[in-house]
Structure formats: structure tokens, C-alpha cells
């Protein structure tokens, strides 16, 4: 009988795992995964301990960086596959906080889902609240700070945008429900903090109800137990005439927005969608970008004068190299349901790394959105100046274009 040594054990689950890798990662072919094999192997002779091959796969340029990384920069991604979901009957949540992704102060998220008639129960918050539709039919219900209603039925690429304080819902009409990413004002947000309608019911006495109300105490014998609601099921209304509605007074504030009807800004790789406060009013406190990068395109050179970046990727991978100054520089992979971030100010690029076109969601702590294009400053500044800095000759400095190209092909 043969010894089954280690180095025979490795081959036979490597081999073993081009299966789970070829399942796991559809958008490489085949080839590039048996390079991947044959390179994982060679590494082996210089890194003989256990592996994890599917999470190799996925981050490449963690796993074996470009020269040009160096330095302690912190993790700038977190994947909404490895956070805890919370399941209800009308559907499920999970979050990303400032817990789950240290660097993150600014921005928290939450990816929910709420099935056909799934209701997100009447409740509201310290921070403001901004969504992105990501699949299917929502209807949303506030009350504005003069008392007047605002209820709008939306669809995937629609936003929301909830003031800090202001009572509002969310259910799920579309045959198969909804799906939508929040974006909180603050990195410490955490979906358990929100201010229930039942669970505060669930704390008042109930002569101080029946006072409030001017209804019996014995009214209030049934509520639900502050556990039951949340995210629950419930039942679809399409009736929108109801006395009660005709008899008070609609808001003039529009809390919704159509993203994806907006006309976008066309570069040479893709496209870019921008809504802040300028065309979006009462989004105060959240301005965000929709950019889709064609394969082979990249996000070019930038930063952002503003605030720290939170981002979602909806489709596609990618990979993002950021420089935090005093020579720190650090690269990550990224893929549909990751978040990434980039702190304030650091130069950043994003590249589509796959087949198909990436879209993600860059948002920012703040009433405006703003970037800084590194060709754009190049070439705005005096040739024999930026000859003297960086040694480059005359044909980089032809190079160099005084219009913005955000998405380079």
C-alpha cells in the first residue's frame, strides 16, 4: 500500500477543488482556473500550510498583491455574504456596520429583503435613511415633520431618502417581493436601534394608551409581543383612495427618486449616474453615484474632496488599488454583494477585472457629490512643472486631457 503523504493529499484536494472553484466563480473559464491550480501549487513548495482555494480564487490580488502595495493599509471590504441574517416571516436582513467593517465611520448598510406583501414595520430612526431598489416593487409610507402623508409605489432603480426622525414603512407588492441596500448616516447604526411602533406599544402603560387614544384600556389586551413584527407578513392594499387619505393632505416632499431614468453621463468605458441635494433636494446628508464600467474599463485615477467612500457592488468583479499617502498603498478584489471603502481623500481606481459590464454604488456623507480626476489636474497644471516632478516626456504631457473622463476604456 502506497503512503498518502501530504503533498499527495494536497494535489488530490486541489484537483478535487477545481469542481467547487469552477461552481463558485462563473465568470472565469476554465483555463484560468486550472492556472490558478497549477500556480497554487507552485506556491505551495513556499507556503505549506492550510489554504482555503475558493477564497484564494476569489482575491487574487490580496492573496499575491502588485509590487506596487506596501504598507498596514486596513481591510477596505466586507462581503454581505459574511454577515448574519436575521429572518422574519415576511422576509430577511442583514447589515454591515462599522462592527463587521472597522474602517467604515460614515456609513452603514443594510441589504433587506421582503417577500410578496413582507412589511418592514412602521418605525423610524436617529439616522437618515437612503435606499437603492435592487430587484422587484416596494411601496413606501411617511409622515412629514407638518403632519401631511407621502406614499409612493417604486421599482428597481428607484431611491428613497427618509430624514433622520421621520416615521415611515415599507412592503413588498411585486409578485416575488423586493430586494434594496440601505445606506445609514453613521457607521455605528445598527438595524436593532430602530424605533418600533410595537415595540414602543409594548412599553406604555395602557391607561396612558387608552388617554392618548381615548379608547378603552381593554383595547390594548392583544398587542403583539415586541418580537412579532419587524419584518412580517402581511397583506397587499391596492386601494390607495381610502377615506382617510382623501381626507388629509399629501406632502409636497418627494421622498423617492428615479435613478435610472436620469439621463447618464457617457465616458469612453461605461456610464455614471449622480444624485445629491442639487437634484434630489431632501437628500441632505447622502450623495451617491451609479457607475457601470465596461470589461476592460476602469474607474480612473481619483479621489474624493468631500468624505469617505462606502460602496456596494451590485454586479460583476472588479479590483480597487488605493494609496493612503506616506507610501501605503493596498489592493482589493471585489464582487457582486461586497461593500468596499475608501477613507477621505485617498487616490483610488477601480477596475473591471471580468467579463461583463460592473455596476456599483459609490456614496458619500454628504449634500454634494465631488472627485478629483488626476489627468484632469495633470493637465490643468503647468507642463514643465509636472515634467519636473515626475520625469515624463512630451507625449505624456499630450496625453493629458482638460475634460473629465470618468470611465476609461
Known amino acids: 500500500m502506497s503512503k498518502f503523504s501530504r503533498r499527495n493529499f494536497m494535489t488530490f484536494a486541489l484537483g478535487g477543488t477545481l469542481a467547487l472553484v469552477t ?8 483555463n484560468s482556473i486550472k492556472n490558478y491550480i497549477a500556480n497554487y501549487r507552485n506556491r505551495y513548495k513556499n507556503d505549506p500550510g492550510p489554504k482555503d482555494p475558493i477564497r484564494e480564487k476569489e482575491n487574487p490580488d490580496v492573496i499575491n498583491p502588485p509590487n506596487t502595495d506596501n504598507g498596514t493599509l486596513p481591510n477596505l471590504r466586507y462581503s454581505f455574504s459574511d454577515a448574519h441574517i436575521r429572518k422574519c416571516s415576511g422576509g430577511w436582513t442583514r447589515q454591515i456596520t462599522q462592527r463587521e467593517l472597522g474602517i467604515a465611520t460614515t456609513i452603514a448598510g443594510v441589504n433587506m429583503r421582503l417577500n410578496y406583501g413582507g412589511i418592514r414595520e412602521l418605525h423610524w430612526h436617529k439616522e437618515s435613511e437612503w435606499a437603492y431598489m435592487i430587484y422587484g416593487n416596494a411601496r413606501v409610507t411617511a ?12 421599482e428597481a432603480g428607484d431611491l428613497w431618502y427618509f430624514p433622520s426622525g421621520i416615521p415611515h414603512s415599507i412592503q413588498g407588492i411585486g409578485s416575488d417581493g423586493c430586494e434594496f441596500i440601505l445606506a ?40 403583539p409581543s415586541s418580537n412579532d413584527k419587524y419584518i412580517f407578513s402581511g397583506n397587499v392594499n391596492n386601494d390607495l383612495t381610502s377615506n382617510y387619505i382623501n381626507k388629509s393632505t399629501k406632502s409636497t416632499n418627494l421622498f423617492t427618486y428615479k ?11 461605461g456610464t455614471v449616474r449622480i444624485v445629491d441635494s442639487s437634484i434630489f433636494s431632501l437628500s441632505k446628508t447622502i450623495a ?50 461586497d461593500v468596499g471603502y475608501v477613507p477621505f481623500a485617498m487616490g483610488h481606481y477601480i477596475e473591471n477585472t471580468g467579463k461583463n459590464t460592473m455596476k456599483f454604488l459609490e456614496i458619500f456623507k454628504s449634500d ?35 475634460k473629465k473622463d470618468p470611465i476609461i476604456k
Request: hydrophobic share 35%.
Open 23 to 30: 461552481a463558485k466563480t462563473q465568470s472565469h473559464d476554465i
Open 143 to 154: 409622515l412629514d415633520t407638518e403632519g401631511n402623508w407621502f406614499i409612493d409605489d417604486i
Open 184 to 223: 445609514f448616516d453613521s457607521g455605528y447604526f445598527d438595524e436593532e436601534s430602530t424605533f418600533l411602533l410595537s415595540d414602543w406599544f409594548k412599553h406604555i402603560p395602557t391607561e396612558i394608551l387608552a388617554k392618548n387614544f381615548n379608547v378603552s384600556t381593554s383595547t390594548f389586551n392583544k398587542l
Open 259 to 269: 435613478m435610472l431614468a436620469q439621463k447618464p453621463i457617457k465616458a469612453s468605458g
Open 288 to 337: 451617491a453615484a451609479l457607475v457601470e464600467i465596461e470589461p476592460g474599463g476602469i474607474r480612473e485615477l481619483h479621489w474624493h474632496p468631500n468624505n469617505d467612500e462606502w460602496q456596494y457592488y451590485i454586479e460583476g468583479e472588479g479590483r480597487m488599488g488605493v494609496f493612503a499617502s506616506s507610501s501605503q498603498a493596498r489592493t482589493f478584489n471585489y464582487r457582486a454583494g
Open 368 to 402: 454634494y457629490y465631488a472627485d478629483i480626476s488626476l489627468n484632469q489636474w495633470l493637465a490643468n497644471t503647468p507642463p514643465e512643472l509636472v515634467q519636473q516632478h515626475l520625469n515624463l516626456n512630451n507625449n505624456f504631457i499630450h496625453s493629458l486631457s482638460l
